[in-house]
């Protein structure tokens, strides 16, 4: 998720998030502690100890913070983002990654951030909980064996839509993305790889591409598909989930964890799917800013999501999916059974997982940002 993810959620969520036609926010943030996106806690002195999380907007349960705050004596203060861009804008402003601490993150974009030396290396003495990971998220094909991050959540991308306004809808990308087959109003995710990624298995390809001529026909699908009279723009997923909520839209590409929130009260109006053609599944890890102010408070924080109690309310939380294996005993049976969090062997297998796509990644950056400016 990215918003959750996610989902997660995502996304998220699930607020309003952006304008209907308006790409996300690019703009520098402000000292750590100012601007609209910082908790009202007051500002701490940093021996008094405060952990400052970037995140997802409604990514994390009060409980786990208030909870980490009576376990550790300090303040956590929150700083919200909506899309990867806009984080990766927060997090390399100069000095930025000097003001956060634990940083919320899609996989897929952590190889860069290494890369950019945005951040540090963990320190797997403080983090014993990380023996609570399920195999596949602390192996050698992950991050290098959980070297700078550690898997938070994981979800999938699909379409919510409003049942009794389209009760027979197709599930495939196409109700969208086909100008000739477009069922109802809709928004589409504003989350380039997530975006891009579920177009691209539309259209029969990997959603990890590095063909560039396979990246822009994605890109042009989109860029039509944005003009269509019935296309009312991009959001994140919390402000799409409550578009579809509210009625203004009859459908919304989201994450599933923001999806599951509503549906779970609105289960008669309210559906999702996971478009027959595929779709992606994303894994949002926790990292360690560069110059983190309070590196050992930041693990800290690490290894308390990772116990089983915080890695299952923080699903129960979010609707996501939890990476910590010691967690998933702990869950409701309604969640631990529920094929829109755990998706079925069937739809699994349709599925595609993010990868680092090294410089291919230059070419979604440029597909991307034509589809947002055109």
Not at 66 to 83: G, H, I, M, N, W
Not at 273 to 279: A, F, H, M, T, Y
Not at 308 to 332: D, F, H, R, V
Request: charged share 25%; with cysteine.
């Amino acid at each position: 998720m990215e918003y959750r993810r996610r989902p997660l959620v995502m996304a998220s969520l699930l607020l309003g998030v952006l304008s209907l036609m308006a790409c996300p926010s690019k703009k520098d943030p402000p000292p750590a502690g100012q601007g609209p996106e910082a908790s009202a806690k007051p500002a701490a002195a940093a021996d008094t100890g405060e952990l400052n999380l970037l995140i997802f907007p409604d990514y994390i349960d009060e409980k786990i913070i208030k909870d980490f705050e009576a376990e550790t004596k300090a303040q956590v203060r929150l700083t919200k983002y909506d899309s990867t861009e806009e984080m990766e804008s927060k997090l390399a402003y100069a000095g930025a990654d000097s003001q956060y601490d634990v940083v919320i993150m899609a996989s897929q974009v952590l190889p860069r951030m290494v890369r950019r030396g945005l951040v540090k290396p963990l320190d797997h003495a403080q983090i014993p909980n990380l023996k609570n990971l399920e195999s596949r998220f602390s192996g050698p094909g992950f991050d290098d064996g959980n070297k700078h991050g550690v898997p938070y959540q994981w979800g999938t991308v699909g379409i919510v839509y409003n049942k009794k306004k389209l009760p027979n809808l197709d599930p495939s990308w196409s109700v969208l993305l086909d100008p000739q087959k477009i069922a109802g109003t809709f928004v589409l995710l504003d989350e380039q790889r997530d975006m891009l990624g579920s177009v691209l298995k539309y259209k029969g390809f990997s959603s990890n591409t590095t063909n560039a001529n396979e990246i822009r026909e994605a890109g042009k699908v989109l860029k039509d598909v944005k003009k269509h009279p019935k296309c009312l723009g991009f959001k994140g997923g919390v402000g799409a989930m409550e578009d579809v909520r509210a009625g203004s839209v009859d459908m919304a590409v989201v994450w599933n964890g923001d999806a599951q929130k509503q549906i779970a009260a609105e289960k008669d109006r309210l559906a999702f799917v996971i478009p027959k053609e595929g779709s992606v599944i994303w894994v949002d890890v926790m990292t360690i800013a560069a110059k983190a102010p309070h590196p050992a408070l930041a693990h800290k924080f690490i290894n308390h999501v990772l116990t089983p109690e915080g890695g299952a309310q923080l699903s129960m939380y979010t609707k996501y999916a939890t990476p910590n294996a010691a967690a998933q005993s702990k869950l409701p049976d309604e969640d631990r059974t529920n094929t829109l969090i755990y998706p079925t062997k069937e739809v699994a297998d349709r599925l595609e997982h993010h990868r680092d796509l090294g410089e291919a990644a230059k070419v979604f950056d440029e597909v991307w940002t034509e589809v947002k400016s055109q």
